[in-house]
């Protein structure tokens, strides 16, 4: 469903993304891992065309999306929902209006419709009632659900994630896992997360692809990630810093 | 100083060239799809209602004070009713519109590069793009149309404005006999000078809002790349309307009145 080819990406003679390969199936729930600042947000948003990669390709059900231009891309946005690191949502907008934001644009349904919708979604990520409240009202971990719930109203094909835990406690941060989980399950999207909590990489994944140095180092299934030995592998997955980049 | 100058050279010829694409895009789009009224006239209380006071203020001062300095030279050589017909010209053609549109480029260019500007750095304009809604048709046209709409009106109403509040100076403070006054007016003044300056406020709407536009689109990352961009916004927007005045002046001086 989902194929990067040779992807590279410079920003200022760096180059961040350097020949990136992988595929993912449909109904897969995959998770990019890698340091930070090693471009794992820069991949997610080649995937639905926020960025233009420098040399490579991007497809989606076979369509090379990478040479499309802004309008083309509104169709096979379509098919995307995204919940941003910051979640993103329109600060001038109410959370109803956020979250309904999708289905007002394209026009084929009553307001009556919209607001059903909407207090569906926020009734599955817990937040019924919080409709009239401008997103500055609302915690981090709201925030992010909101977030999800705007993306998934319009039952998108596939769910993209940037840093979905990043800056929550360990009890919202574990409560976003379960709903993204309940997501992938109830709506049988294709689910691809960028993160390194690992502790959420485990809960909400089937495989794991480990971002290194700016190419595809690891792609396994998430247990054999978990039990892998090789050294990089290893000590990511176990939050242990290389001895040689500490200095003092 | 060479580099200085290639880069400020080269930057200029970018904006131009994403100015231009920005115009374009906003024109197909405007033709292409159906605008959101809903939208545009809240753009059109935004520009237009909310800039009120900034307008009336601009045209009753600026009328009155042309007033008085036109009343004091022509008094010298006993021209006296000759004050009103001479701020109606530079009202109308000149002093109107590019007064109204350099506050408005204040007020309103200020406030779209700084909204825009904020979208984009907290990722609000890739979660539109992601939505499926296309920047330049759900924030550039509804701002676009709306500042096409108001900007006229503003401007016709800073010139009525700058025309009366100069007639009640120079009548009731510097005692000019009114009917005589109001008489060389409506001789001297004509309707090319009005319309000149309504044209020229059509274009001069055109470039405020494009340049907030495509500064709040393009603005650079972090609180420090907000200011930055509203402040290039008021800048190149006045600069842009200043020397484009010029232009317009001797060109529509060309085709209205053949001279």
């Given amino acids: ?248 | 100083m060479t580099t200085i100058a290639r880069d400020f050279i080269r930057q200029w010829l970018v904006g131009l060239g994403r100015g231009t694409m920005l115009v374009w895009e906003t024109a197909c789009s405007i033709f292409r799809h159906k605008p959101a009224w809903r939208d545009v006239i809240y753009q059109m209380y935004f520009i237009g209602v909310k800039s009120q006071s900034v307008v009336l203020i601009t045209g009753a001062f600026t009328g009155m004070v042309l007033c008085a300095q036109t009343y004091f030279q022509f008094h010298k050589v006993k021209m006296d009713t000759a004050t009103l017909a001479v701020v109606a010209v530079a009202m109308g053609s000149e002093l109107g519109p590019v007064l109204t549109s350099l506050m408005v480029a204040g007020r309103v260019g200020a406030a779209v590069t700084a909204e825009l500007g904020t979208m984009k750095v907290t990722e609000q304009i890739d979660a539109l793009r992601t939505l499926a809604a296309h920047p330049i048709d759900y924030l550039v046209v509804p701002r676009f149309s709306a500042m096409f709409l108001v900007m006229p009106l503003l401007t016709a109403e800073s010139v009525c404005i700058g025309i009366s509040s100069a007639y009640i100076i120079g009548v009731f403070l510097l005692g000019v006999d009114p009917t005589y006054m109001w008489y060389n007016m409506l001789r001297y003044a004509g309707w090319t000078d009005m319309l000149t300056g309504i044209i020229k406020a059509f274009v001069f709407g055109a470039i405020i809002i494009i340049v907030a536009c495509d500064k709040g689109l393009n603005c650079p990352q972090g609180a420090e790349g907000v200011g930055q961009a509203t402040t290039e916004s008021v800048v190149y927007a006045s600069i842009s309307i200043l020397i484009s005045n010029f232009f317009l002046t001797m060109l529509l001086n060309r085709i209205l009145t053949g001279s």
């Avoid at chain 1, 194929?3 to 990136?20: I, M, T, Y």
């Avoid at chain 1, 040399?55 to 989606?60: D, R, S, T, W």
């Avoid at chain 1, 109410?94 to 307001?111: A, K, S, Y």
């Fill in chain 1, 1 to 248: 469903m989902i194929e990067v080819r040779n992807l590279k990406k410079s920003f200022g003679g760096h180059a961040v993304l350097d020949g990136v390969n992988f595929k993912i199936n449909k109904g897969e729930a995959v998770v990019i891992i890698g340091a930070s600042g090693g471009g794992k947000s820069v991949l997610l948003k080649h995937l639905i065309a926020l960025l233009q990669p420098d040399a490579g390709e991007v497809l989606i059900e076979g369509q090379d999306i990478a040479c499309l231009n802004e309008r083309e891309l509104l169709k096979v946005r379509r098919k995307f929902g995204m919940l941003f690191q910051s979640a993103a949502l329109f600060d001038s907008m109410t959370v109803e209006e956020n979250v309904g934001f999708m289905l007002r644009r394209e026009g084929n349904h009553t307001d009556k419709e919209i607001s059903e919708c909407v207090a569906e979604v926020l009734d599955m990520v817990e937040l019924d009632g919080t409709q009239h409240k401008k997103p500055a009202e609302l915690s981090g971990g709201m925030r992010k659900r909101v977030g999800l719930a705007r993306a998934v109203i319009y039952k998108p094909e596939i769910l993209l994630y940037d840093e979905p835990t990043t800056g929550l406690d360990p009890i919202v941060s574990d409560a976003i896992d379960q709903l993204i989980a309940k997501v992938v399950q109830q709506l049988k999207v294709t689910s691809i997360a960028v993160t390194h909590d690992m502790r959420s990489a485990k809960r909400i994944s089937h495989r794991i692809l480990m971002l290194h140095e700016g190419k595809i180092y690891a792609d396994k299934p998430t247990e054999e990630i978990f039990k892998s030995q090789d050294p990089i592998i290893y000590r990511f997955v176990n939050g242990i810093a290389d001895v040689k980049h500490i200095t003092l």
